[in-house]
């Protein structure tokens, strides 16, 4: 691998349609060559930004793990042009995934299948199933298609890490370890896929995502469940309870207009993910120099797009806690939820930060 810094190139794409503009194309271009070499390429999806390799490669997979310090317990996400291409990879195709993927797809839900025997081990984290999904974004939709061959990929960050949701976060997470960097500017839903094992009997979400329970239970025809809400029914490998961190510790509080008063009464500098902007314990605090009050949506896909860039942001600010509001008891608020624990979790690992060469 290449240990010069990697080019970011922009690929705008108007409308979405069937003829990018021709920097874009030669953009593409450039990407499927770094790819078929062997390469990383990170790519713009419509959930964060992917860091892609040759799925089928796997020492181009083996450089994911690298670069990203990501444990090899920890299984990837492959990238289909379609459900055909996804079949290829599966060794069966249980009726849960072909609803899911024909309503869903192109979109942000993954399934997990039982692997065909083409998928290297090191994708898989030695499993007997594979994570597959045919994303959205016509940027790697269009290089999975000029590569002719499904593209692992997960977020482009190191390990443990915020998701990058811009082609900036991925070069400051990643820098030199990755080959090339496509900018197709923010990404539109901001949170990791809906992943949804629908190898079991009764399919299980085993991570909340852009895509709610309730899509899920009206196209399977019956509630889903959770990882973790039943008891014996295991959670993804590699799921850890802190991900997703900013370095900046993080609290979810359910009265944070009192969490955050205490802390700036203790003299900390204080940024509040804020869901009652206009509240009057808010305004309290929004005036004092020692907080940083962000208004956040009060609609679940609204403050997903916005969450990564903004806890990228304040942890720019050296700031000594973030708080945030929890999210509404709501199913569709789930997924923020999920993101939200997981980035206050104490670390587990000993290495939170992930820079660990
Ligand atoms: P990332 O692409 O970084 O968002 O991570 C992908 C996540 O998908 C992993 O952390 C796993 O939790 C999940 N995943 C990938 N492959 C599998 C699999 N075969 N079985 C269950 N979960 C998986
Ligand atoms: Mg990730």
Redesign the pocket.
């Known amino acids: 691998m290449d240990h010069a810094l990697p080019d970011t190139l922009p690929v705008p794409w108007p409308d979405g349609g069937a003829h990018p503009p021709a920097a874009t194309v030669a953009a593409l271009e450039r990407a499927a060559t770094v790819l078929r070499g062997g390469g990383l390429v990170a790519v713009p999806t419509e959930t964060?930004y992917?860091l892609a390799a040759l799925a089928l490669d796997e020492a181009a997979v083996a450089r994911i793990f690298t670069a990203k310090g990501r444990p090899a317990s920890?299984?990837?996400?492959v990238h289909v042009a379609d459900t055909a291409m996804a079949r290829s990879l599966a060794a069966a195709w249980p009726d849960a995934a072909e609803r899911l993927a024909a309503a869903l797809w192109p979109g942000p839900v993954?399934v997990?299948v039982p692997?065909a025997a083409a998928v290297p081990d090191l994708v898989?984290?030695g499993?007997a199933?594979?994570?597959l999904r045919c994303p959205a974004h016509p940027v790697i939709r269009r290089l999975i298609a000029m590569v002719g061959a499904p593209l692992a990929?997960?977020?482009a960050n190191r390990s443990l890490r915020l998701?990058p949701t811009t082609a900036g976060h991925v070069f400051e997470s990643l820098g030199a370890r990755v080959d090339l960097i496509l900018d197709g500017g923010p990404c539109s839903a901001g949170i990791?896929?809906t992943?949804v094992?629908c190898t079991a009997a009764e399919p299980v979400v085993?991570?909340p995502g852009p895509v709610a329970a309730a899509t899920l239970a009206t196209l399977l025809g019956h509630p889903v469940a959770a990882a973790g809400d039943r008891a014996g029914v295991a959670r993804?490998?590699?799921?850890l309870r802190r991900h997703y961190a900013p370095r900046t510790p993080l609290e979810v509080a359910a009265d944070a207009p009192r969490v955050v008063r205490r802390a700036i009464r203790a003299g900390k500098r204080v940024g509040w993910l804020c869901l009652t902007p206009d509240a009057p314990a808010t305004r309290a605090v929004a005036g004092s120099t020692e907080a940083v009050v962000v208004p956040m949506p009060a609609v679940p896909q609204e403050y997903g797009a916005r969450l990564y860039a903004l806890l990228h942001a304040l942890d720019r600010r050296s700031l000594d806690l973030i708080v945030a509001d929890a999210p509404p008891a709501e199913a569709a608020w789930d997924a923020i939820r999920d993101r939200l624990t997981r980035a206050s979790s104490p670390d587990e690992t000993g290495d939170a930060d992930g820079t660990a060469p």
Do not use: K, Y
Request: hydrophobic share 35%; net charge neutral.
């Open positions: 964060v992917g920890n299984p990837l996400i993954t997990v692997r898989t984290a499993g199933t594979v994570a990929a997960p977020s998701s990791e896929s992943v094992d085993l991570r993804s490998p590699g799921q």
